[in-house]
Nanobody
Framework: QVQLVESGGGLVQPGGSLRLSCAAS????????MGWYRQAPGNERDLVAV???????DYADSVKGRFTISRDNAKNTVYLQMNSLKPEDTAVYYC?????????WGQGTQVTVSS
């Protein structure tokens, strides 16, 4: 098991940047994959980015070239650097961890992109 706590959300203007953090309650060194989903009102929860224990990353087409996922095993934390934000990036962002084919979720952090 693991508890995940997200932080770093907020209100930002279009074109701006935010960095989300996901702090885990235990070592993430051996966790198969961790990543971020997002859910806008009325929409399903969609995958944004994922990073494996080996450091390989993958992204949704809509965020490629703008978002970067990284992990710091020493701090038990996964990050999502979001640049060139657009209004359509507005959503609640959830961190997850895939442990033995079971997903564990954080409580979510709101990101609002608006002028």
């Amino acid at each position: 098991q693991v508890q995940l706590v997200e932080s770093g959300g907020g209100l930002v203007q279009p074109g701006g940047s935010l960095r989300l953090s996901c702090a885990a309650s235990r070592s993430i060194f051996s966790i198969n994959a961790m990543g971020w989903y997002r859910q806008a009102p009325g929409n399903e929860r969609d995958l944004v980015a994922v990073i494996t224990s080996g450091g390989s990353a993958d992204y949704a087409d809509s965020v490629k070239g703008r978002f970067t996922i990284s992990r710091d095993n020493a701090k038990n934390t996964v990050y999502l650097q979001m640049n060139s934000l657009k209004p359509e990036d507005t959503a609640v962002y959830y961190c997850y961890a895939d442990i033995s084919l079971r997903n564990y979720w954080g409580q979510g952090t709101q990101v609002t992109v608006s002028s």
